[in-house]
């Protein structure tokens, strides 16, 4: 495709309930991140992914976030059993090898 | 661990006015430093970059920085703002090219008619 793309674009969700948010990176980019953004923050790092290699994660919050990714194609990040302090904006960022990030529009999740 | 520092949440200039927002960084190893610009519900689009080579850089709209590495520092500027220029701005630096951002806490700039 032309670019990053997230779904869904908002997210709604009881507390202590689990979401899926996706990401479609742009095609043969070999590198994939997310990142939250509070409100009135910048952004957090959380996950990057690039090629075969193993993931590093250490930007995750705690044991209730996780995030896959097939090959170099679509990512999904759950969050299990969400809580308030999880409503954010969670943003998706595809580049190759060694370039410069580029960024989806994000999904906003509020837990209620 | 690296960290940046954006000094000044909100800045207000007038149009045709400078714009000058201000980033610091800390990096124990040479870093690389990126400008992103987020317009209202979009996700953030890249400005400018600094990697290796000149330290004056220019980008898209108009904008440019400089990479201080004496004052650790790596500041937007642009001659004459737009009312086009209103966003949030994001300043933020990683030890490899392509590897994870860390990102400032953001500016968000106002012009004013």
């Known amino acids: 495709g032309a670019g990053v793309s997230q779904s869904p674009s908002n997210k709604v969700t009881e507390k202590g309930k689990d979401v899926e948010l996706r990401c479609d990176p742009i095609?043969?980019?070999?590198?994939l991140y997310w990142y939250r953004q509070r409100l009135g923050q910048g952004l957090e790092f959380l996950i990057y992914?690039?090629?075969?290699?193993?993931?590093?994660k250490s930007g995750l919050p705690s044991d209730r976030f996780s995030a896959e990714r097939t090959g170099e194609s679509v990512s999904t990040l759950t969050i299990q059993r969400t809580q308030q302090e999880d409503s954010a904006v969670y943003l998706c960022?595809?580049?190759?090898?060694?370039?410069?990030?580029?960024f989806g529009p994000g999904t906003r999740l509020t837990v209620t | 661990a690296q960290s940046v520092t954006q000094l000044g949440s909100h800045v207000s200039v007038s149009e045709g006015a400078l714009v000058l927002l201000r980033c610091n960084y800390s990096?124990?190893?040479?870093?690389?430093l990126f400008w992103y610009v987020q317009y209202p519900n979009q996700g953030l689009q890249l400005l400018l970059k600094?990697?290796?080579?000149?330290?004056l850089v220019k980008g898209i709209n108009g904008f440019e920085a400089e990479f201080k590495k004496s004052e650790t520092s790596f500041h937007l500027t642009k001659p004459s703002a737009h009312m086009s220029d209103a966003a949030e701005y994001f300043c933020?630096?990683?030890?490899?090219?392509?590897?994870?951002?860390?990102f400032g806490a953001g500016t968000i700039l106002r012009v004013k008619s």
């Open positions: 960022a595809s580049s190759s090898t060694y370039r410069e990030q580029y």
């Open positions: 095609s043969g980019h070999t590198a």
């Open positions: 992914f690039q090629g075969n290699s193993a993931p590093d």
């Open positions: 990096s124990s190893v040479p870093p690389y």
């Open positions: 933020a630096v990683s030890t490899e090219y392509g590897n994870k951002l860390v």
């Open positions: 600094y990697t290796t080579g000149a330290t």
